[in-house]
């Protein structure tokens, strides 16, 4: 899975969060816009590789080996 960039897109953010929080769908779109900006944001700082929803539907962030230095210790 390390080389997944983007597999959760704007729509299925926006069902995601319009499921997660009942709101209606221009809410959802709306939101759904800022979370995947955000994403991209954090992609293009090098703190993320990329998302995806896991198996249980949750979204899920990928760390960057430069963030997983600091959250692993050396062994």
Known sequence: ?????QSASL????????RLHGCDQN???????EVLHNLMAMR???FINGWYFDERGHL????SDA???HLIPPR
């Open 27 to 33: 809410t959802a779109m709306q939101e759904a816009r």
């Open 1 to 5: 899975m390390a080389n997944v960039s």
């Open 60 to 63: 899920e962030l990928l760390p």
């Open 67 to 69: 963030v997983l230095k």
């Open 44 to 46: 293009q700082k090098g």
């Open 11 to 18: 729509d299925s953010i926006a069902a995601y969060l319009k």
